[in-house]
């Protein structure tokens, strides 16, 4: 397992990392440790949850996830582990979570403990705002609505509440998710007038798919020194090529219809059938180039991962020893061409 510098941050993360938000929904709590214990043993050290989580986020199952990692943490060297959890913010509605979450000073403040409690250790290695608290366009719209603007917590207000939570040994680092290059760019100008903790990763969806991270985040993050978490390499299980052959194949985008809506794109399937073509043809599974790739981009600090058997794990680690040839790259870049990203 290769490990990479996490954004600007001291730490080193595997550039595969073992996402959870199966745990407490698709994973019972011991599958979810025969997960973690299996990752770790193939050399994971970055583990990746939310409060929200499981998916498909309800009242009844909320911050189940965050437990069931704490139970298995408890009995894990914790120093050896980077841990990374993320705040729930407005626009989802999710009014189980404290009334409808925010990200300002008293939701930051009681989602931090909550996280602390429920994951039994005493900081967080990387805290990351899930979704801004101002309006973007996210999870599959791609235009800005300029009259879906609102209130919203300025951004040098939020840094200042999770400087206070650094300095009280709390947390380590901070990041985002599901941002713009505006949002990067404006956190880290923040942080450097101000002199307050600078954001060291952002978290969005990056895969064969969906390219749009290359256009302008990529930019944005070279010159901040921020890192790339990329989520969804599989694209909801679209890059493994099960839905060409069976559209009701199990996979979260069957048994949760409302994620779907991502992907049902017109060039999804065409797109996705020519990447796995190029896999087969290189000798390889459809799973494990989606993920090669993503993991070998020169932006990506790490991949992570997101199975619900074991088996899926396993065939997802094994993609850490893969490097795809330049002949399958310039492949890749036809198809890419031919698609550019189907399912932003």
């Not at 193939?42 to 990692?69: C, L």
């Not at 990041?175 to 978290?203: D, H, M, Y």
């Amino acid at each position: 397992m290769e490990y990479r510098p996490l954004g600007s941050s001291d730490l080193k993360v595997s550039a595969l990392a073992l996402g959870s938000m199966t745990f407490g929904e698709q994973n019972t709590e011991a599958e979810a440790h025969a997960q973690l214990d299996l990752a770790v043993a193939h050399g994971v050290n970055f583990i990746d949850t939310a409060e929200m989580y499981p998916v498909a986020p309800r009242a009844e199952t909320v911050h189940r996830t965050e437990s069931y990692i704490g139970s298995w943490l408890a009995r894990q060297q914790r120093d050896k582990l980077i841990i990374a959890t993320k705040i729930a913010g407005p626009a989802r509605g999710f009014n189980w979570i404290r009334g409808t979450p925010r990200i300002n000073r008293e939701h930051i403040t009681a989602a931090v403990e909550g996280s602390l409690r429920r994951l039994q250790t005493d900081y967080i290695d990387l805290y990351q705002i899930h979704w801004p608290d101002r309006y973007v366009p996210m999870f599959g719209a791609t235009s800005y609505d300029v009259t879906q603007e609102r209130d919203s917590t300025p951004i040098a207000e939020q840094l200042a509440v999770l400087a206070e939570l650094v300095a009280a040994g709390k947390v380590r680092y901070i990041g985002v998710s599901n941002e713009t290059p505006w949002g990067v760019a404006e956190f880290v100008r923040c942080a450097e007038q101000l002199g307050l903790p600078k954001i060291v990763t952002v978290q969005n969806a990056y895969h064969l798919l969906n390219r749009s991270f290359e256009s302008g985040l990529a930019e944005t993050c070279l010159h901040g020194n921020v890192g790339l978490l990329a989520y969804s390499p599989l694209a909801f299980g679209w890059l493994t090529g099960k839905y060409l052959t069976d559209p009701n194949a199990k996979g979260r985008i069957t048994i949760f219809p409302g994620f779907g809506q991502r992907y049902n794109k017109p060039n999804v399937p065409a797109a996705t059938r020519e990447y796995v073509r190029i896999a087969r043809e290189a000798g390889l599974t459809p799973a494990t180039l989606a993920l090669a790739f993503a993991r070998t981009r020169w932006f990506t600090n790490s991949v992570i991962l997101g199975a619900t058997t074991l088996q899926q794990l396993k065939e997802n680690l094994a993609s850490a020893e893969v490097v795809l040839t330049t002949e399958v790259l310039e492949k890749i870049e036809v198809v890419h061409q031919r698609y550019p990203n189907p399912a932003p």
